[in-house]
C-alpha cells in the first residue's frame, strides 16, 4: 500500500510552466545541436597537422588525395562520425533502459553490455587475436550482447520486474568484470592498449566500424522514436495501468530492453566501453525540461553526441599534440559538474519521482525456518575460515592447523604460514568484508535504491585516488602512507558529495545523482593517472580491484579498531534503517531529524568503507551485492540483518582470499576479483530462487 | 462480464477457488468483504492484471485470457488501488493516456481522441484544473483525474479497486455521484470494490459479499444488508436502519455506543431484534 500524500504547495507558476513545456523541449533540443556544431568545428581543427578550414571543406566536398585531404577523410572525419553516432546510440539506450527498469540509475553498463564486450575483446585479444583482427567491432558487439541477453533472460522468468532486471545486471558486470580484470593482470604485455580501448576511444583507423554500424544505430533510434514512445509513456504509470490500457507490458519491456541493448553494443563497437554518457544524457534532457519520451529520446540522442565530441575535444586539448587520452575518461570529466549543478536545482518534491521504484523480492527462508540460516550461516563462515587457514602455497593437514592453535605447531614453518602468514591475512579479509556489506546495506537503507552501494556516495573512487596518489603519482611517498591517503580521499570525496547535495536538507535522489557525478567523475582521474603510467597497470589493478596479498598483523591492528567500535555503532542504528525503509514521512512523523539522523547513518556508513578499503583496496562486489543476498535470504529487521550480512561480507572475501592464493599459486588472484567471481553465482542462484515476486 | 468456476492464487496460496459471478451490463457491482478475502485479488483478474490459476473469465461472453489485451482495453478499464504518479504530467496529458488503446503507434491524436478527451474532462469537472501537473493536485483532484484517463478510454465496463479511499467525505461523495451518473447516462457497466458497506448500499445496483474468496451473499443491497449477513462476513453485530430521506438501508454498527452496558446493549438490540431485517419498505 503506497499513501500517495497530496503534494502540500502546488507552485503557482505551474500553468505557464507547462505552457512552455514543448518551447522547452526544442530549445533543450536546438541548443544541443548548436554546441554539437561548435565542437564538430572545434575537433576537426584538432590534430598534429594545422589545416585550414579552407582545405578542410574541400577534403569533404572535393578531395584530391593529398595528404591533408587524407588526413580530414581518414581520420578525423571518422573520428567526429564515431562521437557523435555512439554518443547518440548511447544517449538513446540510457533513456530507454531508465524507463524499462524505471531506475534512474540505469545505463547499458547496468545491464552487462559493456562488461560482456569488454571481457570478448580481451579474452579475443588473448586467446584468438585472429578473430580480433577479423573484425574487433563485431568482436565487441556480440560479446556485448550476449552478457545482455543472459541478464535479460535471468531477470525474466515467470515474472520479470525492473528490479530483478538491473540485479541481474549489476551482478553480471561485476562478475565478468572481474574475470577481465584477471585476464588483464595475468596478460599484461598482450593487452596493455586494450586497456585503452576498455576506458572508450573515438580513435578511428578508417571508416571500417562506422560504415557497419551507423545505419543501425539510426534505424534503431528512430524507430524507437516512432514506434515506442507513447508505449514508454505509458509504461511510466505502472505496469497496472499500462496494461489496463491494453498495453502488453511485458513485450513492450522485451522491446525496449533489446533495442537499448542493440544502441549500447553498437556504440560499444564503434568507440569500447563509454560508461558514463548512457547515464548522464538521459537526466541531462530530463532535469532541462524533458518529459515525455517523443523529446525525451531524440534530445538525449543529441546531448549524447554533444558529451562525447565534447570529451574528445577536451581529451586531446588536455593531452597535447602527440599523446591520446581515452575520451572515456573525459565523458564522465565532462559530464558530472554538469549532472550535479542540475541535480542540486532539484527540487525536493521532484526528487522522489526519480527514487527507484523497488519491489520486494521474495526471500529464500520462509519465516519459519529462518532460525536454520543462523547455524549454517556461521557453520559456513568457519568451515571457509578453517579451510582458509589449511590451504595455500603449501597445503597442510587440518590437524596440524589445529595443533599449531593449540601450542605445538608440528614445526617453525607451519607455525609461520598458519600465525604469521594466513591467520592475519583472513583477519583482515572477514574484517574488512564485513565492514563493506554492512556499509553497502546502510547507504542502500539511507539511499532506498537497490542499485546504491558505498561506491555511489564517493567511497571507492576517493580512495582509489588517495592510493594512487601514493603509489603511482607521488613515488617518493613512503608506502605505509597508503592506507591513511585512501581513508582521506574516501572522506574528502564523500564531504564533497554530501556538501553539494546540501540545499535546505538532503533528498536521497539529489545525493544518488550528485554520487553518480562525483564518482564518475573521480574515477576518471585515477583512470588517467593509470593511463598515464602504464608501467605500473598491474600494481595499480591489483589494488583498484582489491587484495589482501601479503596482509599482516600490522593491518589487523590498524583495521580492528575501527571494526570493533564502527560495527556495533551500526548495530545500534538499525532501528533508525528499519524506519528509513518505509519512507521519509513515517520516520519524519516519529520524531527522527531526518537530516541529521540521515548523515550520521552515512557517515558510520562512510567510516566503514573507507576503513576497509584502505586496507584491502577498491573491492566492489560486496557492498553492493552482499546486502541483496543477506536481504533475500533473511528478509527482516536491521536488528537481524546487520550482524547476518557482516557475516555474508565476511565469509566472502575469507572465501575469496583463500581461492585467490591457491587457484594459481603461487601467483594470486587478487581476491576482490575472486570475490566478484565466487559471489556472482551465488546472487544469482538466489535471483532465480525468488521467482515470485510481491506486489505490496 | 462474469466469471466462470474463476481460481485465483499468488505463489502456490490460492486465495479464491471456484467463483462465479456476474457483473450484469448497465449496472453497478460492488463487491465487498473482509480484508484478504480476495475482492481486489478478483477484481485484478477481472482487468486481466492478474492471471487465473484455473477457470475463465467473460467479458461479451469471450474468454478474456484469449483476447488481445488492446482490444480488451477498447471495452474494459480499471483504476488501481494506488497508481503511480508520474512528475510533470498534465492533467490533459494523463488523461490523454487513455486514449492509448485506441491510436496507432505513430499518428497524432485524431477528432475522436480530442473529444474523449474533453468529454472526460467535462464528464469530471476538471475544467479549470486541465494545464495543472497532476503531482501539484490534491488528492480528490487527483482521484478524478485518474477516473477521467479510465473514462477516456470510452469502455463499455469501468472497474475501480477503492476509488474513496484517502479521500475526505465530500470527495468521496463526488466520487461515488460521478460514477452513478456516468452508469445512469451513459449505460457504463461498473464494478467496484469498496470498504464503506453504506457507500456499497446507496451507490450500487448489487452487492457482492465475498468471505475467504467465497460468495457469502449477493443480491440487491437490501437483501444482503442485513444484521445476520454482516455478522456472518465481518464478524461484527450491528443494526440496520433506513436512511431518513430515503429507502436505502444503512449499517450502524453497534459497537458506535460503547457507553452502553453490555446489559443495556443486550437489551437495546432486543428491541431493535425483532423488526431489524425487516425495517424496510421492500418494494423494488
Known sequence: ?696 | MSTDRLRLGYDHRLVVDDLSIDLPRGQITAIVGPNGCGKSTVLRSLARLLKPVGGAILLDGADIQRSRTRDIARRLAILPQSPLTPSGVTVRELIGYGRFPHQGLMRSPSRDDLDAIDWAIDATGLDSFQDRGVDTLSGGERQRAWIAMALSQKTAVLLLDEPTTYLDIHYQIDVLALVRELNRTHGITVGWVLHDLNQAAAYSDQIIMLKDGKVVNRGKPHTVMTTTCIKQVFGIDCSIIRHPLGDVPMCLPNGFCPLLSPEHRDRTQENIAPSQDIPLNLAD
Open chain 1, 1 to 696: 500500500m503506497q499513501v500517495t500524500a497530496p503534494t502540500a504547495a502546488a507552485s503557482p507558476d505551474t500553468k505557464a510552466e507547462t505552457g512552455t513545456r514543448t518551447w522547452r523541449g526544442l530549445l533543450v533540443i536546438a541548443t544541443g545541436a548548436l554546441v554539437l556544431a561548435a565542437l564538430m568545428i572545434m575537433h576537426i581543427r584538432q590534430g598534429m597537422a594545422s589545416i585550414s578550414p579552407g582545405t578542410i571543406v574541400d577534403a569533404i566536398v572535393n578531395p584530391d588525395g593529398s595528404p591533408e585531404h587524407q588526413v580530414v577523410r581518414y581520420a578525423r572525419l571518422p573520428r567526429i562520425v564515431a562521437g557523435i553516432v555512439a554518443g547518440a546510440a548511447l544517449g538513446i539506450s540510457g533513456v530507454l533502459l531508465q524507463a524499462v527498469t524505471r531506475n534512474p540509475l540505469a545505463s547499458a553498463s547496468t545491464v552487462g553490455v559493456n562488461a560482456g564486450a569488454y571481457l570478448a575483446v580481451i579474452a579475443a585479444s588473448i586467446f584468438a587475436p585472429t578473430l580480433l583482427a577479423f573484425s574487433s567491432p563485431l568482436v565487441a558487439f556480440i560479446g556485448g550482447l550476449i552478457a545482455a541477453v543472459v541478464v535479460y533472460s535471468l531477470a525474466s522468468g515467470s515474472a520479470s520486474s525492473p528490479t530483478r532486471l538491473a540485479l541481474a545486471g549489476m551482478a553480471i558486470t561485476l562478475g565478468l568484470g572481474s574475470i577481465t580484470s584477471t585476464l588483464i593482470m595475468f596478460n599484461e604485455y598482450t593487452i596493455t592498449g586494450l586497456y585503452f580501448w576498455g576506458s572508450g576511444s573515438l580513435i578511428q583507423r578508417n571508416w571500417m566500424a562506422l560504415n557497419n554500424t551507423w545505419y543501425w544505430v539510426a534505424l534503431i533510434g528512430v524507430a524507437s522514436t516512432l514506434f515506442l514512445t507513447k508505449a514508454l509513456d505509458v509504461l511510466g504509470l505502472g505496469d497496472d495501468i499500462a496494461t489496463s490500457l491494453g498495453q502488453n507490458v511485458r513485450s513492450t519491456r522485451l522491446i525496449a530492453t533489446l533495442a537499448g541493448v542493440m544502441l549500447a553494443a553498437l556504440a560499444v563497437s564503434i568507440a569500447g566501453s563509454i560508461s558514463f554518457v548512457g547515464l548522464v544524457a538521459p537526466h541531462l534532457v530530463r532535469l532541462a525540461g524533458a518529459r515525455r519520451h517523443r523529446m525525451l529520446l531524440p534530445a538525449a540522442a543529441l546531448w549524447g553526441a554533444v558529451i562525447l565530441v565534447g570529451a574528445d575535444v577536451l581529451g586531446r586539448f588536455v593531452a597535447g599534440q602527440y599523446t591520446e587520452l581515452p575520451a572515456g575518461v573525459f565523458t564522465a570529466l565532462v559530464g558530472a559538474p554538469w549532472l550535479i549543478w542540475l541535480a542540486r536545482r532539484v527540487s525536493r518534491s521532484q526528487g522522489r519521482a526519480t527514487e527507484a521504484q523497488t519491489d520486494s523480492l521474495t526471500p529464500l527462508a520462509k519465516r519459519r525456518s529462518q532460525w536454520l540460516v543462523w547455524p549454517a550461516a556461521l557453520a559456513l563462515f568457519l568451515a571457509i575460515t578453517f579451510t582458509g587457514l589449511v590451504l595455500g602455497d603449501r597445503d597442510l593437514s587440518g590437524l596440524d592447523v589445529i595443533r599449531t592453535f593449540l601450542g605445538n605447531a608440528p614445526d617453525a614453518l607451519t607455525h609461520d604460514a598458519v600465525l604469521t602468514h594466513r591467520l592475519p591475512r583472513l583477519i583482515v579479509a572477514g574484517l574488512a568484508g564485513a565492514g563493506l556489506a554492512v556499509s553497502g546495506l546502510m547507504v542502500q537503507g539511507v539511499v532506498r535504491n537497490p542499485l546504491a552501494a558505498p561506491d555511489l556516495v564517493g567511497i571507492s573512487p576517493g580512495a582509489s585516488i588517495g592510493a594512487l596518489v601514493v603509489l603511482i603519482a607521488v613515488p617518493s611517498l613512503p608506502i605505509g602512507l597508503l592506507p591513511i591517503a585512501a581513508f582521506a580521499g574516501a572522506s574528502i570525496s564523500f564531504a564533497l558529495v554530501y556538501a553539494l547535495s546540501w540545499s535546505r536538507g538532503i533528498s536521497p535522489t539529489r545525493l544518488a545523482l550528485v554520487g553518480i557525478g562525483m564518482s564518475a567523475a573521480a574515477g576518471a582521474v585515477a583512470n588517467l593517472i593509470i593511463v598515464n603510467n602504464p608501467m605500473q597497470l598491474t600494481t595499480a589493478m591489483t589494488w583498484l580491484s582489491g587484495s589482501t596479498y601479503a596482509r599482516g598483523w600490522g593491518d589487523v591492528t590498524q583495521l580492528l579498531p575501527w571494526m570493533l567500535v564502527l560495527l556495533p555503532v551500526a548495530w545500534t542504528m538499525s532501528r533508525w534503517l528499519d524506519l528509513f525503509g518505509l519512507g521519509e514521512d513515517v520516520p519524519r512523523s516519529l520524531g527522527i531529524p531526518l537530516d541529521r539522523t540521515r548523515l550520521m547513518i552515512l557517515a558510520v556508513a562512510v567510516a566503514l568503507a573507507a576503513a576497509a578499503v584502505s586496507i584491502v583496496g577498491a573491492i566492489g562486489f560486496i557492498g553492493l551485492l552482499a546486502p541483496h543476498a543477506s536481504r533475500m535470504t533473511l528478509p527482516g529487521r536491521h536488528r537481524l540483518l546487520i550482524p547476518f550480512t557482516a557475516i555474508i561480507g565476511a565469509t566472502l572475501l575469507i572465501g575469496a582470499d583463500t581461492i585467490g592464493r591457491t587457484l594459481m599459486a603461487p601467483s594470486e588472484v587478487p581476491s576482490g576479483l575472486v570475490a566478484a567471481a565466487q559471489g556472482t553465482p551465488y546472487f544469482l542462484w538466489l535471483l532465480a530462487r525468488s521467482r515470485q515476486i510481491r506486489y505490496s
